[in-house]
C-alpha cells in the first residue's frame, strides 16, 4: 500500500484571503472615517450654528457618497445616512425661524 502524498495547497484561495484581508482593511478604514463625520455633523447641530452644521454636512455627503459608490456600504444605506443628517441639519434653520 503506497503511502498518500501531501493534498495540494489551493493557491487560489490563498490568494483569495489575502485579498480579502487588504479589502477589510481598506473597508474598516473608510467605515471609521463614515461614522467620524456623522459624530461631527451631530456635534456642530449641538452646538454650533447652522453655517458650521451646514459645512460639516456636506463634507459627511461626499465621504459617506463615495463609500456608496464604491461598496463599502450599500447604496440605501448611504441615502438613508445623508437623508437622516440632513433633516437634523434643516432643523436648525427650522428652529431659527419659529
Given at each position: 500500500?503506497?503511502?498518500?502524498?501531501?493534498?495540494?495547497?489551493?493557491?487560489?484561495?490563498?490568494?483569495?484571503?489575502?485579498?480579502?484581508?487588504?479589502?477589510?482593511?481598506?473597508?474598516?478604514?473608510?467605515?471609521?472615517?463614515?461614522?467620524?463625520?456623522i459624530?461631527?455633523?451631530?456635534?456642530?447641530?449641538?452646538?454650533?450654528?447652522?453655517?458650521?452644521?451646514?459645512?460639516?454636512?456636506?463634507?459627511?455627503?461626499?465621504?459617506?457618497?463615495?463609500?456608496?459608490?464604491?461598496?463599502?456600504?450599500?447604496?440605501?444605506?448611504?441615502?438613508?445616512?445623508?437623508?437622516?443628517?440632513?433633516?437634523?441639519?434643516?432643523s436648525?434653520?427650522?428652529?431659527?425661524?419659529?
Open positions: 500500500m503506497a503511502a498518500k502524498s501531501a493534498p495540494k495547497k489551493n493557491l487560489s484561495a490563498i490568494k483569495r484571503n489575502r485579498q480579502a484581508e487588504k479589502r477589510n482593511e481598506r473597508n474598516r478604514t473608510e467605515r471609521t472615517k463614515i461614522k467620524s463625520v459624530k461631527a455633523v451631530e456635534a456642530a447641530v449641538k452646538v454650533s450654528g447652522k453655517d458650521a452644521s451646514a459645512s460639516a454636512l456636506q463634507k459627511a455627503i461626499k465621504t459617506i457618497n463615495s463609500a456608496g459608490s464604491k461598496g463599502i456600504i450599500h447604496r440605501n444605506n448611504a441615502s438613508r445616512k445623508i437623508s437622516r443628517l440632513t433633516r437634523k441639519v434643516n436648525l434653520s427650522k428652529a431659527a425661524e419659529v
